[in-house]
């Protein structure tokens, strides 16, 4: 129900703000906001969970999406605008943002065993990129359909976002059907005082820290190349309409989730940090033809042949973060590297929205993120190579 929404929205997201009056440049700064503000929330509630709930802050987080879809559908008002996003929670990328990815894991790794791990991680990531290629796909489709039969362009944007909205309530409500299972045990002891305490990690803080950092990074290039601003590529540069991008990234997300589902498989062959470099590097690799290709029949191959690799070190990487860390740290450990990837996220918007306003810049995005991912890769491979998760260590 998540990731469907986060699909619908991210087609039309940047097409519905610019729709409303905004420029490039202003929609660049409130996408960044918008995921500072994520960070924020999500650092405050997924430290917190595995001591007040992870039910109770799943139910917050899906009514703070709720509240922001609904702010962004009634107002033109730039400052309003950034209040919902700093506060709410929006996806601009079609990706997890806010407190559930983080707790979640935690929540699966708390009742399934270590060899069993990844290969569930990765039918989750599977069933959300699903779901967000759907969203996709119905977003752009809504939106194109609407304004013909019985609203303007900018009303049709704008029904999917209130309909974005109407999505947080039913997820609202279906968090709180959730199993007491999925709690941390009473028994487990807490963090320590200080800053363990605040950050809910102790024991892992090295680990925490060292992923945190490496996570920034390749999130911080991942950013240049938010879905939203990938499908506003395609249509300044080749022209493409709202429900053609919404096809194409319905494919390029089914094809994602196909790519998790495989990612488990082979780590059980080359462990969980191998699997996770040597799928990601020539996905990024990839990422740097795109905007060479002369036409768009090129530049869709190969954007999806990217997306069939590109999404087989998610799963793997949400394994290991629950696999070296102390089980009763699990929640806070997803909560801030997921917290350090949305930080990291969350600057590089600024920059492409800038870039976006002067039409000989265009491509670049591509660039810096495809060179930036690359690094990540062989600084992961670097420092993690020889910390062996609990399943390879037997």
């Keep these: 129900m998540r990731l469907f929404a986060y699909g619908l929205i991210s087609v ?25 503000g994520d960070t924020g929330i999500s650092l405050y509630l997924t430290t917190r969970a595995d001591r007040f709930g992870r039910r109770r802050m799943l139910i917050i987080g899906a009514l ?33 943002v806010g407190p559930f990815l983080s707790i979640e894991q935690a929540a699966l790794s708390h009742v399934v065993s270590d060899r069993t791990r990844t290969e569930v991680f990765a039918w989750y990531t599977l069933t959300g990129s699903f779901a967000t290629a759907l969203g996709a796909l119905v977003g752009g489709a809504l939106s194109q359909s609407l304004p013909k039969v019985v609203m303007s362009q900018v009303n049709g944007y704008r029904a999917v976002v209130v309909l974005y909205s109407l999505l947080g309530i ?9 199993s007491r299972n999925a709690e941390a045990s009473p028994s487990e002891p807490g963090a320590a005082g200080g800053l363990g305490r605040i950050f809910g990690v102790h024991k892992s803080r090295h680990v925490v820290a060292k992923l945190s950092a490496l996570f920034a990074v390749d999130a911080f290039a991942g950013g240049f190349v938010l879905q939203s601003f990938a499908a506003y590529w395609f249509y ?24 998790a589902l495989l990612a488990s498989r082979l780590a059980a062959r080359l462990g969980l940090v ?18 060479l290709m002369p036409n768009v029949e090129l530049a869709v191959v190969v954007l999806l042949a990217r997306f069939s690799i590109s999404q087989m070190d998610v799963p793997t990487r949400q ?76």
């Excluded at 300044?236 to 790519?259: D, E, M, Q, T, Y």
């Excluded at 191998?274 to 905007?291: A, E």
């Design 64 to 96: 703070l999406m709720a509240a922001a879809g609904l702010v962004f559908a009634l107002t033109r008002n730039f400052f309003w605008l950034v209040g919902a996003g700093t506060i709410g929670v929006i996806s601009p990328s079609g990706n997890e």
């Design 319 to 394: 394994s290991y973060t629950m696999a070296v860390v102390s089980s009763e740290e699990r929640s806070a450990a997803a909560g801030i590297t997921g917290v350090a990837r949305t930080t990291g996220a969350a600057i590089s918007p600024l920059f492409v929205g800038f870039l976006f306003a002067r039409p000989a810049l265009i491509n670049v995005p591509f660039y810096i993120a495809g060179g930036l991912k690359i690094v990540y890769d062989l600084l992961l491979y670097k420092e993690f190579i020889s910390t062996k998760p609990p399943e390879e260590s037997v």
């Design 170 to 178: 039913v997820l609202a409500l279906l968090f709180t059907r959730v």
């Design 274 to 291: 191998r699997t996770m470099v040597l799928t990601h590097l020539p996905s990024n690799i990839l990422l740097l033809l795109v905007p």
């Design 12 to 36: 039309v997201l940047v097409f519905y703000l610019v729709g409303i009056g905004l420029t490039e440049s202003q929609t660049g700064l409130l996408l960044t906001l918008t995921l500072i």
């Design 236 to 259: 300044l540069r080749f022209g493409v309409k709202p429900a053609a991008l919404g096809a194409i990234f319905f494919w390029a997300n089914v094809l994602s989730g196909i790519s």
